[in-house]
Nanobody
């Protein structure tokens, strides 16, 4: 099993940048496809970005494409999310998640989750 711990959230003005990091422990991290999800206030959790085991393929939600970049370092057991040109609608709790199966965008497909980190974008 893999344990995930997110960090890097905070308060930022619109147009600013933040970098989230997810530290993983466990033997199966390098075998896992990883993703970031977010849950805005009062809304359901939604897909943000995903990256395959090798890091060679990524997938993004339309709402963040061109602004966010997901990456991973299998040597350090970390997954990152670089967020640029942030908007107030990006305000949410951001979660790191992983699964051993193929890359996916549904929350129901992921096997393990972090506790989340709050990102607040002020206008």
């Amino acid at each position: 099993q893999v344990q995930l711990v997110e960090s890097g959230g905070g308060l930022v003005q619109a147009g600013g940048s933040l970098r989230l990091s997810c530290a993983a422990s466990g033997r199966t991290f390098s075998s896992s496809n990883m993703a970031w999800f977010r849950q805005p206030p009062g809304k359901e959790r939604e897909f943000v970005a995903a990256i395959v085991r090798s890091g060679e393929f990524t997938r993004y939600a339309e709402s963040v494409k061109g602004r966010f970049t997901i990456s991973r370092d299998n040597a350090k057991n970390t997954v990152g999310l670089q967020m640029n040109s942030l908007k107030p609608e990006d305000t949410a709790v951001y979660y790191c998640a992983g699964r051993l199966g193929p890359i996916a965008t549904s929350i129901h497909e992921y096997d393990y989750w972090g506790q989340g980190t709050q990102v607040t974008v002020s206008s």
